[in-house]
């Protein structure tokens, strides 16, 4: 992509030097910013008319999930949701967050702290997501006590534009596809790290239940979430090897984790990817020292008794000492008999395996759809394979080595989505500020074309122009 062919000072720092017929203007006079409307969250309903929150605004909106009020509700126009309208976040840590409404939307509204902006092509939205203006929304955000900002201050930023509507049109277009070309990339490689946490699980879930040798005799296990399992192996109860489920004590703590020596308390989070994340916790109130206890212990493993039912029952490996940290009463952490011969690690893995989460949701109980709660005796009792330690160790260290593997790869996956998304942002940075003209390029798009610098020779570019003679233009 080439530069334009003139240049000139925009007046404005971030922006620096503008294609010479662009212009710099405040977002106020491109577009009206339209804020949403305040309704009553007792008013709401689990159908009706949706109602697009802050916590709503995605890269698509789920209108299932959106809240509803009934029609009866009487709103003004101006707070409908219209197609080609960009909606955005004026609210919390998701402040200048925005989405672009690309098709006909269900009738829906916007609700308080969403602003919407109208505009007859995706120039605004892309104007809005450049990363400068979105630095500078969170920067005038931050002046207040809870990030905020309102339609005045957005519509006072100054962004540069054409102000033919073709070239606004063509830049739209052409950025609407690279992205929407990028995002496809950046979903393939998501869906391949689901995939392979897929097979993750399918490796822990083959060694903790069936074992390593694929020739082994097997047997019924007497236990409906096992099946069959190694003849050799012993079937028991989680009551004969764990003692006890110690708990902590919930306590005042301040909302940023604790730093040097400062008593943090852990939050139910630190388990929340099977694995013990010592950096999710909160700063006690020093006023409430005197009432923390049970700090996480190596080779212990602590778990989520209470949380929702894809939660409820996740648990991490303790692998190091941490008396500054302590346990809140929603999670416990295992003490295990002394006589028992057991790998620990092990069983945290069993703990983390598909098939013995999916039992603890059915185990958990609670009233409420959202909140579910595992009872100490109901989980004690639990059934679980038990092969002797030796081999329990190795099947430890087969699970290690080929999650380990599969884990190189999703980092490397990871690298690169990461590498897609800084590539999106710095394209739609560099086109709206005019460093880079696509003009061309979104005419070569919409016609079909192909450049006659991708061919290969002159013949292969007259044989295309014969099939195509739009070319020639």
Same mark, same amino acid.
């Given at each position: ?62 209108w299932e999930c959106c809240k509803k009020v009934p029609q009866y509700i009487k709103v003004t126009k101006d707070f409908l949701i219209k197609k080609h309208d960009t909606l955005i976040a004026l609210s919390g840590a998701t402040t200048g967050k925005t989405t672009f409404i ?118 019924? !296990?007497?236990?409906?979430? *096992? ?11 989680? =009551?004969? #090897?764990? @003692? $006890? ?108 395996? !598909?098939?013995?989460?999916? *039992? ?11 909140? =579910?709660? #595992?009872? @100490? $005796? ?41 590498l897609f998304k800084e590539y999106r942002t710095a394209l739609i940075s560099e086109v709206v500020t005019g460093k880079v003209d696509v ?35």
């Amino acid at each position: 992509m080439k530069p334009y062919p003139r240049y000139k000072d925009s007046g404005v720092e971030w922006l620096g030097r503008i294609p010479d017929h662009w212009k710099c203007k405040k977002i106020k006079h491109i577009t009206q910013l339209q804020g949403g409307f305040a309704f009553k969250s007792k008013s709401f309903t689990e159908t009706g008319i949706p109602i697009v929150r802050i916590g709503d605004i995605q890269s698509i909106i789920d209108w299932e999930c959106c809240k509803k009020v009934p029609q009866y509700i009487k709103v003004t126009k101006d707070f409908l949701i219209k197609k080609h309208d960009t909606l955005i976040a004026l609210s919390g840590a998701t402040t200048g967050k925005t989405t672009f409404i690309d098709s006909e939307p269900e009738y829906s509204y916007i609700n308080q702290r969403v602003a919407k902006a109208s505009f007859d092509n995706k120039m605004i939205y892309f104007l809005l997501s450049c990363s400068n203006v979105q630095e500078l929304i969170k920067l005038i955000a931050a002046g207040s006590a809870q990030e905020n900002i309102s339609n005045a201050q957005i519509g006072n930023i100054t962004v540069c534009i054409p102000s033919d509507k073709q070239e606004q049109t063509a830049i739209a277009t052409f950025l609407d596809r690279k992205t929407a070309e990028i995002d496809k990339l950046i979903a393939n490689k998501e869906r391949l790290i689901e995939l392979y946490e897929e097979k993750k699980q399918a490796v822990i879930n083959q060694a903790v239940t069936k074992g390593l040798d694929p020739d082994a005799e097997m047997k019924d !296990s007497g236990v409906e979430w *096992l099946g069959e399992i190694p003849k050799h192996w012993e079937v028991t109860h989680l =009551k004969y #090897l764990i @003692k $006890e489920l110690e708990s902590g004590v919930s306590v005042n703590a301040t909302d940023h984790p604790a730093i040097d020596n400062d008593y943090g308390v852990l939050k139910t989070s630190c388990v929340y990817n099977y694995e013990f994340t010592p950096e999710e916790n909160k700063a006690v109130w020093p006023e409430e020292l005197s009432r923390v206890k049970t700090s996480p212990r190596k080779g212990e493993i602590i778990i989520s008794r209470m949380n929702t039912p894809e939660l409820v029952g996740a648990s991490g490996y303790v692998n190091s000492y941490y008396q500054n940290l302590f346990l809140p009463d929603r999670l416990w952490q295992t003490l295990f008999y002394s006589h028992v011969q057991i790998d620990t690690y092990w069983l945290s893995f069993i703990f983390k395996s !598909s098939k013995f989460r999916e *039992l603890l949701s059915v185990t958990a109980t609670g009233s409420s759809p959202s909140m =579910k709660n #595992l009872a @100490k $005796e109901d989980f004690l009792n639990i059934s679980i394979p038990f092969p002797l330690k030796k081999e329990q160790t190795t099947i430890v260290h087969h699970i290690e080595t080929q999650c380990n593997r599969i884990d190189a790869i999703i980092n490397k996956l990871k690298k690169q989505i990461n590498l897609f998304k800084e590539y999106r942002t710095a394209l739609i940075s560099e086109v709206v500020t005019g460093k880079v003209d696509v003009r061309n390029e979104s005419i070569r798009q919409a016609r079909g074309m192909l450049s006659p610098c991708t061919c290969n020779n002159t013949a292969e570019y007259r044989d295309r122009i014969k099939r195509n003679p739009g070319m020639r233009a």
